[in-house]
């Protein structure tokens, strides 16, 4: 091997390039509200306490309920279940007292009439107003009861009705009167027509519930609001109805110039009908405001 040979210097690698921007001060601290929030966690003792709140109440209140708010539900609910059983008590001593009681022949059409205002005052203002009543009442029940016991009151309601309206249209018929010709007749027929189609909505809703209870949870909550809207509308439309029929009855039965001497009769007859209008004002301000708005939320939420 020759000495004076030398060896080729093996290649060094490229020396790499480095970023040369100046680094970041070591201490900068990044902001807090940068930072994306925790996730929400809900611990199982929670779980349950929800679970449990879900199922025993219908309604969740944000409160709790002070003392005087206590005072104002009991007398509310009270002063409405006093005026809801007393205006059908005062109808049917009316009638018995003042009309001849009831009837189903044809030799005494006039006592076949009076089953029309007794059946529709209860139909329209004792039984719907109660039905109306109980999403207020019945607090402390699961919804699913509160429910099946708002149709038992329209399943009470409809038959009288629909009985009320067959008995005036009878009358009617054997008297040789004309249907459907006053302003009273106009408003009860739109009632009775929404009443049929709020009964069938109602049925047609808690059906689904029974059959697919999640699968329908969306769809009937978006019916809430407007079955409830709905209802109210109709119950104020029969509130009208009893009204101008009460004074129809008072103008032809007894007869203007009577009436307006304001006899015992008279005296019942408007009593009669101060009754369903101060039924009217405490179903409507029992259902007011923030609680019906609470329903609808709950409703919303957790649809059942």
């Not at 004309?178 to 106009?186: E, T």
């Amino acid at each position: 091997m020759d000495s004076n040979s030398v060896s080729p210097m093996p290649e060094l690698a490229p020396i790499a390039e480095f970023d040369k921007s100046p680094p970041s001060p070591p201490n900068e601290e990044v902001p807090m509200d940068d930072l994306p929030p925790p996730p929400a966690t809900i611990s199982q003792a929670e779980g349950k306490k929800m679970k449990v709140q879900r199922t025993r109440s219908y309604e969740s209140d944000d409160h709790e309920r002070g003392a005087c708010e206590w005072c104002e539900y009991a007398l509310v609910i009270t002063l409405a279940t006093i005026l809801l059983i007393g205006v059908s008590a005062l109808t049917i001593f009316w009638v018995f007292y003042y009309r001849a009681g009831y009837a189903w022949a044809d030799e005494n059409p006039a006592k076949q009439f009076n089953l029309h205002p007794t059946l529709m005052v209860a139909g329209f203002i004792t039984f719907s107003g109660f039905s109306v009543l109980l999403y207020r009442i019945c607090r402390c029940f699961r919804r699913i009861y509160v429910k099946l016991l708002h149709a038992i009151f329209h399943a009470l309601a409809f038959p009288c009705i629909v009985i009320g309206f067959l008995a005036v249209f009878d009358y009617h018929n054997k008297s040789g009167i004309n249907n459907f010709y006053s302003l009273h007749s106009w408003i009860g027929l739109v009632a009775m027509g929404l009443f049929g189609i709020q009964y069938a909505v109602g049925f047609f809703s808690f059906l689904l519930l029974l059959i697919c209870n999640k699968g329908t949870a969306g769809f009937r909550a978006s019916l809430v609001p407007v079955h409830a809207a709905f209802g109210i509308l109709t119950f104020v439309l029969g509130v009208a109805a009893c009204l101008t029929g009460l004074t129809e009855k008072a103008l032809f039965d007894i007869g203007a110039e009577k009436y307006s001497s304001l006899t015992e009769e008279s005296i019942v007859v408007n009593a009669i009908g101060m009754s369903i209008v101060a039924v009217a004002v405490v179903v409507l301000f029992t259902v007011r405001g923030t609680g019906g708005y609470r329903l609808r939320k709950v409703a919303a939420q957790h649809p059942s």
